[in-house]
Structure formats: C-alpha cells, structure tokens
C-alpha cells in the first residue's frame, strides 16, 4: 500500500429528518479507502464546520490515518486552547474516521480494534413520553409489545406540568415550573409501577431542570420505584452537590449529557459519585477519549450509558454500539429508531431486534453515507424552542 496519507478532509452536513446533522469524511491516498466520523453539534453546526474545514483539515492532510493516537493528542492541542463542545466535535468526526480506515485496513469492524465483544447486542432504552399519563402507559406498552425492557418515561417532555402564570409581556419560550415538575414525577413513577410492576426497568431524565435541593428531595422520593437510573439530576455547574444526592439515596444516577472536559467525569467517577457515566461521545471527542472513559468507570464500578438521541447520526449511533459491545461496564445504550429516509441517507445504520441493538458486521464502524442523497436534506440555522427554556415568572431558565 505505500505509505498511506490523508488526502482530503470533508464536512458533510445533512438533516434528513429536520435535525441537522455534521458527518467528517477522512480520505486517504488509496483509492477508495475512506473513514466516517460523527461530529453532530446540532445547534453549532457551522462552527464545527469551521472548526475541521479551516483549521483541521489544513493540519491533517499528508498525516498517516493510522496513527490515531497521535493525531488525537496533537490536534486536541494544536489551537493551544481546547475542549468545549465545538472543538470536541471536530475532532471527534475526525477521530471516528481514523477508527473506521483502522478496521477497513484490518477487514474487521471497530470493536474487534478495542479488544473484542464482551456482549453480542447492546440492551437499549426507549423513550415513553406523553402528555398524561395514559399516554405514558400506552407508549410503555408498545414498547414492551416490541421486547424492549428498558423504558424512559416523561412526563410532559422534560418539564412536566405547565401550570404557571406568568408576568405581562413575559417574552416567548419554553416555559416551565420546576417545582410542579418535581412534584409530579413520584405520583408519574408510583402509576407505572402500580400498571407494570417491577419486571420492567424504568428511568427518568431531569435534564438538569431543578434546583440541587430539588433533585436531592427527588431522589430520595423515587427510591421505592427502583429506578434503572435518574439521568442528569444537575447541571455540570453544581457537580458538587452530588456528594449529597449521594449520601442522602440510593436511587442509581446517570450524568453528563453535557460533559466536555475531564475534570468534569473524573471526580464524580473516582468519588463513587455516579453509577452511570453518559457522554455524547462526539462532545468529548470521539472513540479515542470514550475508551478511555470507559476503562476509567470500569475501575470504579461505573458503568457506560453513552448518550443517544436523534442529534447523534447513524455514525455516531454506530461508534457508540462498537464501544457497548466491547464494554466489559456497559450498562444500556439510549436509542433513537432510525427513520426509513435515515437508513437510506446512511446505508448500514445498526438495527434493533427484541431489545437489542446490532451493528452490522462490515469492517470499520460498518456504515456509509450516500452524499447525493445526503445534499438534498439541508441543515437550518434556527433555534429550536425548547432551549429557549424559561421559568414561570418570565426569567431565563436552563433547557
Ligand atoms: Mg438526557
């Protein structure tokens, strides 16, 4: 083969299904050997754009895509001042794609790279939303009719009640009343266990929505329903406090949705703080630093629940299973059901049968991406509302 470089480095952005979505393309000097990387910052896309199309690309190209290590480290600090979400993400496109020509040059998918399968499918979660709760029921239901065992179940999306009255010309937005909220989810968890019992497993996402006080009293009160998990019960600000949600209950907790640095998970990690460790692998970025990751929670007993909504591609999807399937910590992967526009746009996304998500055994990560197809799902630059988060009296909230 010569000496193998990287020739080209693209950035493809594509919203196939309304949600945009950044896709990094790593091409090397032979002739169709090329790597897929998921660098999905949805609301930033044009900055990571930037971010690979001006300043990594020109650093990368004649580089040896084998030496994966080595461009992580060198190109993590070549704008001398790193991490944070738009940096991570470039990187992390670039990163998975030197993982996927890693296991294309060895004609084997990426887990066998990281040391094998521990578990041949990753167990995934659902998410049964509604707006009351005999909508919850209903949608907990249907998936337990499709096998799967374990259910998120929300209350009015992440704020519950919307009982509020707000000021005169209180501006626009997402508004919501913690308080209502955190009184709501015991009664929501109490239904659920009275309708299904303990055989299935449940979770909840507080999406960092309450007061540290609050989501201590949370946690305490949903002890008696044997929570899977509670995701994300405070904001990366006030990682503090989980030493006292800790010593105060025994409910199991998943954290940081929002993570970008190391000295954010290292001390909840190694302080036995968590039970579940939930990056967006691309934020961190990508397969080098999740490993990693995950090798650190494996010595202290935490187990890996990477984050996996509809704002990670089918790439980023399938980086996530490679790392679930190699895991000996794993713990459970969020899911997001791939639309049939999605599997088209990305040919090989990983499937889910009774429960448990499969890649497809094709070396590298084992997906694609049809550009033609991908360029007619422009992204847009527009605010989604829910971030646009407010509290009752009209302030600015957290989304
Ligand atoms: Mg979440």
Same mark, same amino acid.
């Given at each position: 083969?010569?000496?193998?470089?990287?020739?080209?480095?693209k950035?493809?952005?594509?919203?196939?299904?309304?949600?945009?979505?950044?896709?990094v393309?790593?091409?090397t000097?032979?002739?169709?050997?090329?790597?897929?990387?998921c660098?999905?910052?949805?609301?930033?896309?044009?900055?990571?754009?930037?971010?690979?199309?001006?300043?990594?690309?020109?650093?990368?190209?004649?580089?040896?895509?084998?030496?994966i290590?080595?461009?992580?480290?060198?190109?993590?600090?070549?704008?001398?001042?790193?991490?944070?979400?738009?940096?991570?993400?470039?990187?992390?496109?670039?990163?998975?794609?030197?993982?996927?020509?890693?296991g294309?040059?060895?004609n084997?998918?990426?887990?066998?790279?990281?040391?094998?399968?521990?578990?041949?499918?990753?167990?995934?979660?659902?998410?049964?939303?509604?707006?009351?709760?005999?909508?919850?029921?209903?949608?907990?239901?249907?998936?337990?009719?499709?096998?799967?065992?374990?259910?998120?179940?929300?209350?009015?999306?992440?704020?519950?009640?919307?009982?509020?009255?707000?000021?005169e010309?209180?501006?626009?937005?997402?508004?919501?009343?913690?308080?209502?909220?955190?009184?709501?989810?015991?009664?929501?968890?109490?239904?659920?266990?009275?309708?299904?019992?303990?055989?299935?497993?449940?979770?909840?996402?507080?999406?960092?929505?309450?007061?540290p006080?609050?989501?201590?009293?949370?946690?305490?009160?949903?002890?008696?329903y044997?929570?899977?998990?509670?995701?994300?019960?405070?904001?990366?600000?006030?990682?503090?406090?989980?030493?006292?949600?800790?010593?105060?209950?025994?409910?199991?907790?998943?954290?940081?949705?929002?993570?970008?640095?190391?000295?954010?998970?290292?001390?909840?990690?190694?302080?036995?703080?968590?039970?579940?460790?939930? @990056?967006?692998?691309?934020?961190?970025? $990508? *397969?080098?630093?999740?490993? +990693? #990751? /995950? &090798?650190?929670?494996?010595?202290?007993?935490?187990?890996?629940?990477?984050?996996?909504?509809?704002?990670?591609?089918?790439?980023?999807?399938?980086?996530?299973?490679?790392?679930?399937?190699?895991?000996?910590?794993?713990?459970?992967?969020?899911?997001?059901?791939?639309?049939?526009?999605?599997?088209?746009?990305?040919?090989?996304?990983?499937?889910?049968?009774?429960?448990?998500?499969? @890649?497809?055994?094709?070396?590298?990560? $084992? *997906?694609?991406?049809?550009? +033609? #197809? /991908? &360029?007619?799902?422009?992204?847009?630059?527009d605010?989604?509302?829910?971030?646009?988060?407010?509290?009752?009296?009209?302030?600015?909230?957290?989304?």
């Amino acid at each position: 083969m010569g000496n193998l470089t990287i020739r080209n480095v693209k950035t493809i952005l594509t919203a196939p299904e309304g949600i945009n979505l950044v896709v990094v393309k790593v091409e090397t000097s032979e002739p169709g050997l090329y790597g897929l990387g998921c660098a999905t910052f949805t609301q930033r896309y044009l900055a990571v754009a930037s971010a690979i199309e001006d300043y990594l690309k020109p650093f990368l190209i004649g580089k040896d895509p084998q030496r994966i290590e080595d461009i992580w480290q060198t190109a993590m600090v070549s704008s001398y001042w790193r991490n944070g979400p738009v940096l991570n993400n470039a990187l992390s496109g670039v990163d998975m794609a030197l993982w996927d020509i890693q296991g294309k040059l060895a004609n084997q998918p990426v887990y066998q790279l990281l040391g094998g399968k521990c578990r041949e499918g990753a167990a995934v979660y659902r998410h049964a939303d509604g707006r009351d709760l005999e909508e919850i029921e209903e949608n907990v239901r249907r998936f337990m009719e499709q096998g799967i065992r374990y259910i998120r179940c929300q209350w009015g999306g992440y704020g519950g009640k919307n009982d509020y009255v707000a000021p005169e010309n209180a501006p626009p937005g997402a508004y919501f009343h913690p308080d209502a909220y955190a009184r709501s989810v015991p009664r929501l968890f109490e239904r659920m266990r009275e309708r299904f019992g303990f055989e299935i497993e449940l979770l909840h996402d507080v999406h960092e929505r309450l007061s540290p006080i609050e989501a201590v009293r949370l946690a305490k009160q949903l002890e008696p329903y044997r929570l899977f998990f509670l995701e994300d019960p405070l904001a990366p600000e006030q990682l503090d406090y989980f030493r006292m949600i800790r010593t105060q209950s025994a409910t199991p907790i998943a954290m940081g949705e929002l993570f970008v640095h190391p000295r954010e998970w290292v001390p909840l990690i190694s302080g036995g703080l968590i039970d579940f460790i939930r @990056v967006h692998i691309s934020a961190i970025g $990508g *397969i080098t630093p999740a490993r +990693k #990751l /995950a &090798a650190l929670a494996e010595a202290f007993s935490v187990r890996t629940a990477w984050h996996g909504p509809g704002d990670v591609s089918p790439v980023g999807h399938a980086a996530n299973l490679h790392l679930d399937l190699n895991a000996v910590n794993f713990g459970i992967q969020e899911w997001y059901e791939f639309s049939d526009r999605l599997r088209e746009v990305f040919p090989g996304c990983p499937t889910v049968r009774n429960g448990y998500a499969y @890649v497809n055994e094709a070396p590298g990560l $084992g *997906i694609d991406i049809d550009e +033609k #197809l /991908a &360029a007619k799902y422009p992204c847009r630059n527009d605010l989604p509302e829910w971030t646009l988060a407010r509290l009752p009296d009209g302030g600015p909230g957290r989304p």
